[in-house]
């Protein structure tokens, strides 16, 4: 139990430290919020502008995750096609390796002269972002399903397709919430970089809006919420994967 509660602790006791360090260097070295603004200044912002604020959290925050969930759709039926067929795998993955390897954000000016500056390209430009760590995980479950445990299910009577959805796919289910867990972090970044170059509203706009106009907490208080959601999001994907799939942590549990 103090393991474990160490564990937990952890997390907030670096934060902590790492918040007062960051005030303390503030203060001591006179650092102007133009440049580099204190932790306090930060608070004082997001108190300040909290209306603002969370208007444009609140649409960063649906548009991300109506991006996220188109991610999930594609990335779990991509990821089941490539990993149930080794041509598929042989066909399909070294191009969407490739597509990755693209930067999203060279995708914006396209989406935007496609679908026009609002919620489009935001919500495209999540999915784009975040659909194949999704994918990879899902079709990586799948293709390496042991051949013997196969084998023993076709000599019971046991189809490929009955394989795949009674037994591949919940044994992919770890590889799954890790996917999503990596996944929504990258969501966020997309529908921010995206606001930031073709929208009027959300929190990548108030980071474009703020900077312009030298508010620099305010743009650090925009960070931090960016940082909240995503963290917010992580941690419930870490409890629903915990709850759904003890089984695959057995051997990582602490007394």
Known sequence: MNNKFAERLAPITLLIAVII??????RVFEVSEFIFPSPSQILQATIDYAPVIAMHAWRTFWVTMAGFGISIVVGVVLGFVIGSSRLAYTAVYPLMTA?????????????????????????????????????????TGLATLEPELEDVLRV????????LLKVGLPRSLPYFYASLKVAITLAFVGSTVSEMAASNEG????????????????????LMVIGVMAMAMYELFALVEKRTTAWAHRGNQGT
């Open 156 to 163: 019971l009577g046991a189809k490929r397709m009955d394989v």
């Open 99 to 139: 597509f990755n390897a693209l930067p999203k954000a060279a995708f914006v000016p396209v989406l935007v002269v496609w679908f026009g500056i609002g919620i489009g390209p935001a919500v495209l430009t999540a999915f784009l972002i975040s659909f194949f760590p999704i994918m990879v995980n899902i079709a």
């Open 203 to 222: 929190i990548g706009y108030l980071l474009v809006s703020a900077g312009s106009a030298m508010k620099m907490p305010l743009a650090f208080s925009g």
């Open 21 to 26: 360090l960051w005030e303390i260097i503030c």
